[in-house]
């Protein structure tokens, strides 16, 4: 399928570059609509790896990339049944968004996160499946999981260490704040920073180039530079989900959904 | 190095400009978060925008439960 047109999302081919376009309101948030239409994205990738050469995820919204996870609907599924299954409820979503982002990152292809705005939470461990990001100037980055209770759920933690090392997810992690894009691409995160709105012309550009070398070549490189890490990434699923089940994570939620502030992703 | 009052003044005209008010909406004493209307991702817009100015990094943390322009100042210019 080279094109294809959702409720969340929309995806074209053209010239060997697949552009996704993110474009859900109210801030690309990731529940199941999204991770539905996720899916029928990876799913197509058998009929397009071989014609394809890059792959550009960027976002229609304005000032956001992602804001991560569907949290009001993370909390109204979880609050509709009892306690005992809740962690059932939350393993089975973790479990396809991370076969989706695992398809996403050993892709044979090379797959680049435009991003502008808020790349928050999921948004962000979207973004870290991707090879490349490349940011606007005005994008900002944060995983705000621990003031809720609970750590990043999509693979976040294991990509940002396979890539960085420790001490930025820590920074990240045990302080939820949000970081810019220069912070963000001192420190290795963003691979190129762009002008503001430029973000998209520049993975454009950078796909271009890439489209130019060798396939076989392109897909080796990658498999041999960024090897999955499969076992963090099953471990981090248990301890969201042993996180996840205990009341005061239902109760920070709650306080989260209904929380209209300009600042409800902090506690 | 500059003095409250500059700094002051500079993050009014970041938000007159970001925000495209009219000049001389905003006041150091005023509370931008009800002035402006603005919601969680244009905060983080111009918090960009702040730390691009100054060249600093605000952490969100030391400004939660700020909302005028004069107390954002004085956070600013501990990080100057």
């Known amino acids: ?267 | 190095m500059r003095t409250l009052e500059q700094t002051t003044q500079e993050i009014i005209e970041l938000a007159t400009e970001h925000f495209r008010v009219p000049r001389g909406t905003l006041a150091p004493g005023d509370d931008f978060f009800k002035k402006l209307g603005i919601d969680s991702l244009q905060t983080l817009e111009m918090l960009s925008r702040l730390e691009n100015h100054f060249g600093i990094e605000l952490p969100d943390y030391e400004v939660q439960g700020v909302s005028d322009f004069k107390t954002l100042a004085e956070r600013i210019q501990s990080r100057l």
């Not at chain 1, 996870?69 to 393993?91: F, H, I, Q």
């Not at chain 1, 680049?112 to 990001?133: K, N, R, S, T, Y």
């Not at chain 1, 691979?191 to 998209?200: I, M, S």
């Not at chain 1, 796909?207 to 530079?225: E, G, P, V």
């Open chain 1, 1 to 267: 399928m080279k094109s294809f047109t959702g409720k969340t999302l929309r995806w074209e081919w053209r010239e060997g570059v697949i552009e996704l376009t993110l474009d859900h309101e109210p801030a690309n948030e990731i529940g199941t609509a999204m991770l539905a239409e996720l899916e029928k994205f990876v799913a197509a990738f058998g009929a397009l790896v071989p014609e394809t050469a890059v792959c550009i995820i960027s976002s229609a919204r304005k000032s956001v990339f992602s804001a991560g996870g569907d949290l009001r609907e993370l909390y109204a599924t979880a609050a509709a049944v009892p306690e005992k299954e809740r962690s059932a409820g939350v393993r089975a979503f973790l479990e396809r968004i991370h076969a989706v982002l695992n398809a996403l990152d050993t892709a044979p292809f090379v797959t680049i996160a435009a991003v502008h705005g808020a790349c928050l939470g999921g948004g962000l461990e979207l973004a870290l499946a991707c090879d490349m990001i490349i940011a606007d100037k005005m994008a900002r980055f944060a995983f705000p999981e621990l003031r809720l209770g609970f750590i990043p759920g999509f693979g976040g933690i294991p990509r940002l260490k396979r890539d960085l090392g420790n001490a930025f997810i820590r920074d990240l992690l045990f302080t939820g704040r949000t970081v810019n894009a220069a912070r963000a691409h001192a420190v290795g995160l963003v691979a190129q920073l762009a002008g503001e709105g430029e973000a998209l012309r520049i993975a454009r550009s950078t796909a271009a180039q890439i489209t130019k070398y060798d396939a076989l070549t392109r897909a080796s490189a990658k498999k041999f530079i960024k090897p999955i890490p499969y076992d963090e990434l099953r471990r981090e699923i248990d301890l969201f989900c042993e996180l996840f089940t205990r009341p005061a994570v239902m109760a920070a939620l709650k306080k989260f959904v209904e929380d209209s502030g300009p600042m409800p992703y902090l506690p």
